[in-house]
């Protein structure tokens, strides 16, 4: 986590808080900035790094800015979107190994032991 001293002056002045989380191959920062104002706002970064034929690599990178004024309407369709998710996907996975339990009835287990016999 980073802090920075608003001081008015060029990127200083407009980096408030950031946070970088590492997922995987991506990276996601989320940066809360000011306008010349002094109205925060938040940009979300995802950053991946994508690997050339010659062995370089470079940042993909995609940007969402957020406005303060959207922060709750964001937030509850974050929050719905999410309790979509973990809802459906508990579902999925509850059927899932009702279907992995029901296949395992159908076989029969072999022993790599058994092979000798």
């Given amino acids: 986590m980073e802090k920075n001293e608003n001081t008015g002056y060029g990127k200083?002045?407009?980096?408030i808080f950031s946070k970088a989380v590492r997922a995987g191959k991506r990276t996601y920062?989320?940066?809360?900035k000011s306008t010349r104002k002094n109205d925060y706002y938040l940009t979300i970064t995802e950053s991946?790094?994508?690997f050339e034929d010659?062995?370089?690599h470079s940042?993909?990178?995609?940007?969402l800015f957020l406005y303060k004024e959207d922060f709750e309407k964001f937030t509850e369709g974050l929050e719905e979107v999410f309790g979509y998710i973990k809802e459906n996907l508990d579902s999925?996975?509850?059927?899932t190994e009702l279907t992995e339990i029901n296949s395992e009835e159908k076989?029969?287990?072999v022993e790599f032991d058994d092979?000798?016999?």
Avoid: P
């Fill in 29 to 32: 920062f989320f940066d809360v």
């Fill in 48 to 50: 991946k790094k994508k």
């Fill in 107 to 109: 076989f029969t287990n």
């Fill in 12 to 15: 200083e002045r407009d980096e």
């Fill in 92 to 95: 999925q996975d509850s059927t």
């Fill in 54 to 56: 010659d062995g370089s």
């Fill in 115 to 117: 092979l000798d016999k």
């Fill in 59 to 63: 940042y993909e990178k995609h940007k």
